[in-house]
């Protein structure tokens, strides 16, 4: 396998052979270490989700689709009320672990209206059909992204310089990725770009995940800071700005990794197209604006302490630190999905997708 198909083709989430575990790459060890955890437990799942072990929208969707099956599979009864009431434990539980990438309860719904549709059949035959549910997650993702970077590719130039904020490559999904899905398709078909990946405080996703895909994958790409970014534009370094979602609003409100709204404003001011990669699964009609989105809030160790070897702040100091932000829908020029490419009035757009 070459450099770029090992980065691509990366089995960051999948289940173990005998089903009763879900294995991932540990991403908070990349890119010093790529280190696997078996993951057997609710509390082995819900930790790896809410430490982002396993982080990223969709990647997050197929872990619980695994895990939920994971721990499906081994509630101890054949009785079918007894069975959905421990079902639905597991499912609650596991939907408390990160609130705003709508992957997470989007998966666990699917999985359970498998279980809610085939009450009849017995609980032997609904484990059959869960383990099949999770696979079909995983494989569903892997061609969602396919298409993702096929649209997006139409919007690229060979040589263009992108922007891009936080990981939504492989690792962040099943293959290839969302925003640098267009990248990696583009340099298999012996296109180059040139690359600045903002490093993403406080958790550095953009520089110990992106900046690492990327130049395995032997795709030009130089980290900056995140306050950096405008410097660039301004120099004429950026002809596009590609970023993930964790979830889209109806009208296009998009919330992704925190700094993202930030990008959209400079993109905008220097005249430079803002697109949104993701795969339907991630927009969620059911919120009107992005003003319905719950942001997550994240501990204060992680821009004091956490990637430091002495603390970078008094610890009485307060501290604010939400994980995402929403980007309004006025500074997006495209959202980029599986089924084509939505433009303003997002509204009818979106609405579209799901007709
Ligand atoms: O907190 P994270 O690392 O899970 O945040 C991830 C992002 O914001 C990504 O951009 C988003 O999930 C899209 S991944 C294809």
């Known amino acids: 396998m070459n450099n770029l198909k090992q980065v691509t083709h990366i089995d960051n989430v999948k289940m173990s052979e005998d089903g009763t575990a879900v294995i991932i790459i540990d991403q908070t060890k990349l890119p010093a270490?790529?280190?696997?955890?078996?993951?057997?437990?609710?509390?082995?799942?819900?930790?790896?989700?809410?430490?982002?072990?396993?982080?990223?929208?969709?990647?997050?969707?197929?872990?619980?689709?695994?895990?939920?099956?994971?721990?499906?599979?081994?509630?101890?009864?054949?009785?079918?009320?007894?069975?959905?009431?421990?079902?639905?434990?597991?499912?609650?539980?596991?939907?408390?672990?990160?609130?705003?990438?709508?992957?997470?309860?989007?998966?666990?719904?699917?999985?359970?209206?498998?279980?809610?549709?085939?009450?009849?059949?017995?609980?032997?035959?609904?484990?059959?059909?869960?383990?099949?549910?999770?696979?079909?997650?995983?494989q569903e993702d892997m061609e969602m992204c396919r298409a993702i970077s096929e649209y997006g590719l139409s919007l690229l130039k060979d040589g263009d310089g992108i922007l891009t904020h936080c990981n939504a490559g492989p690792?962040?999904?099943?293959?290839?990725?969302?925003?640098?899905?267009?990248?990696?398709?583009?340099?298999?078909?012996?296109?180059?770009?040139?690359?600045?990946?903002?490093?993403t405080r406080p958790l550095l996703q953009g520089a110990r995940l992106t900046s690492y895909e990327l130049y395995k994958a032997g795709i030009d790409v130089t980290l900056i800071c995140d306050n950096m970014a405008s410097l660039v534009m301004k120099n004429g370094w950026i002809q596009a700005c590609l970023v993930g979602c964790d979830r889209v609003a109806a009208n296009g409100d998009t919330a992704n990794k925190i700094g993202t709204s930030g990008v959209a404003i400079l993109a905008k001011h220097y005249g430079i197209p803002f697109y949104v990669l993701g795969p339907t699964s991630t927009i969620d009609l059911s919120c009107k604006t992005g003003a319905d989105i719950e942001i997550e809030l994240r501990s204060p160790d992680e821009i004091k302490k956490k990637f430091y070897e002495q603390p970078m702040a008094p610890e009485e100091v307060k501290c604010y630190n939400p994980a995402f932000d929403v980007t309004d829908h006025t500074l997006i020029d495209a959202i980029v999905t599986e089924k084509g490419i939505c433009r303003a009035p997002y509204t009818e757009s979106l609405a579209a997708l799901f007709h």
């Open 33 to 138: 270490k790529t280190d696997y955890l078996t993951l057997r437990t609710a509390r082995d799942i819900y930790d790896a989700i809410f430490e982002l072990k396993v982080r990223g929208a969709p990647a997050i969707g197929i872990c619980a689709g695994f895990g939920i099956y994971v721990l499906a599979k081994s509630i101890e009864t054949g009785n079918y009320e007894d069975f959905y009431s421990r079902f639905r434990q597991y499912q609650e539980y596991l939907n408390s672990a990160r609130p705003t990438a709508v992957n997470l309860s989007w998966a666990l719904r699917r999985m359970e209206q498998v279980v809610v549709k085939n009450r009849e059949l017995g609980v032997e035959k609904i484990l059959e059909l869960l383990e099949q549910e999770a696979l079909h997650i995983r």
């Open 171 to 199: 690792l962040a999904t099943s293959r290839y990725g969302t925003a640098l899905g267009p990248l990696f398709l583009g340099k298999e078909r012996g296109m180059e770009f040139h690359v600045f990946a903002d490093e």
